[in-house]
């Protein structure tokens, strides 16, 4: 069974940092692209950060230069590191597994979900 779980979610002030984490059990870790998204209300869910292969990394505009994806294949942890936020960066942060290209399964997993406030 997969399981990914967030945490590290909560209330900052604008122009402070949170590190959100996702512990992921049931996958081989190591060949997922993982990933965060973010769904605020009355938005679709968009993507925050994600590794495209084992090295690579793709960001929002949005999140450019203040937020930093990582990885530790060790833990089975996947981070995201969010510095000088914002208050439009307030809204649920899910963590997600895609398959790499080719793989068996084509199915992607999600967690539960974590919120993030950024609010004086």
């Known amino acids: 069974q997969v399981q990914l779980v967030e945490s590290g979610g909560g209330l900052v002030q604008p122009g402070g940092s949170l590190r959100l984490s996702c512990a992921a059990s049931?996958?081989?870790?190591?060949?997922?692209?993982l990933g965060w998204y973010r769904q605020a209300p009355g938005n679709q869910r968009e993507l925050v950060a994600a590794f495209t292969s084992r090295s690579s990394t793709v960001y929002a505009d949005s999140v450019k230069g203040r937020f930093t994806i990582s990885r530790d294949n060790a833990k089975k942890t996947v981070y995201l590191q969010m510095d000088s936020l914002k208050p439009e960066d307030t809204a649920v942060y899910y963590c997600n597994a895609d398959p790499p290209p080719g793989f068996v399964s084509t199915r992607r997993y999600w967690g539960q979900g974590t919120q993030v406030t950024v609010s004086s």
């Open positions: 049931g996958i081989i870790f190591s060949i997922y692209n």
